[in-house]
C-alpha cells in the first residue's frame, strides 16, 4: 500500500527506563523516565517553529506523554491511533537485547524481519509494515501538517514501505518524509535534530 503523496513528521518518543537498560518493550507499557521527560520538552522547543496542525500518537505511556508535552507547547490538539502502537515482540518482550536469542538466533530484528523469524505471540513484520502504512494515510488527508509520536520500529516500518533502509532511531529524533516530485518515486527522508 502506498503512501498518500504528503509530506508528514514523525518522532520517537523520549526515554524510558527499558531503554536505558536494552530491553526490548514492543508493546509493553513503559513509561517515560526523567530523562525522557526532558528529552520531551527539549523536542518541543524545537517543534515550534514548525507548521504542525495535529498530533497523532501511539496510545502507549512513552509515545502518548511525548506527545502531550509537545501539543501543551506548541497548543495543538492530540489524537490517539491504536495502530501506532510499537511492534509485539511477543515473548520476546521484557528481555535484554544482547543477552537473548529466539531458537538459537540472537535478537537482530532487521534479520530476522528479512528471514521470517516471528517469535511466539509477535507480529509478522509485513502485517506491521501494513498496520503503520494504513494508519498514516487515515490520517494523513485530515490535517495540513501531522507530527506523528510514535516509536522506533513503526519508523523502520514507515522506511520499509517506501524502500529506504533501516536506521538507527534515536529518541526524540524527528524524521521528516517528503514525498518524490512528479516523475520520480523516490521519497526524501530527513533527520532534524
Known amino acids: ?41 527539549t523536542v518541543a522547543e524545537k517543534i515550534q517553529v514548525l507548521p504542525i496542525d495535529a498530533i497523532v500518537t501511539s496510545p502507549l505511556k512513552r509515545a502518548y506523554a511525548t506527545a502531550e508535552i509537545i501539543g501543551n507547547k506548541i497548543r495543538q490538539p492530540v489524537f ?22 529466539y531458537k538459537d538466533t ?43 509520536v510514535a516509536h522506533g520500529g513503526i519508523i523502520m516500518a514507515i522506511l520499509a514501505a517506501i524502500s529506504k533502509p533501516p536506521q538507527r532511531v534515536d529518541n526524540t529524533a524527528l524524521f521528516h518524509f517528503t514525498p518524490p516530485d512528479l516523475g520520480k518515486t523516490s521519497w526524501d527522508v530527513n533527520i532534524i535534530n
Open 1 to 41: 500500500m502506498p503512501f498518500i503523496h504528503k509530506s508528514f513528521y514523525f518522532l520517537r518518543h523520549g526515554e524510558t527506563d527499558w531503554n536505558k537498560q536494552q530491553r526490548i518493550m514492543g508493546q509493553s507499557d513503559i513509561p517515560l523516565n526523567k530523562n525522557g521527560v526532558l528529552q520531551a520538552k
Open 80 to 101: 490517539i491511533e491504536n495502530d501506532l502502537q510499537e511492534f509485539c515482540w511477543g515473548v520476546m518482550e521484557g528481555k535484554v537485547k544482547g543477552d537473548c536469542s
Open 106 to 148: 540472537p535478537f537482530e530484528p532487521e534479520k530476522w524481519w528479512k528471514q521470517g523469524i516471528v517469535p511466539t505471540g509477535a507480529e509478522a513484520f509485513s502485517e506491521f509494515v501494513s498496520r503503520a502504512v494504513k494508519a498514516t494515510n487515515y490520517h494523513l488527508p485530515l490535517y495540513q501538517s501531522i507530527l506523528f
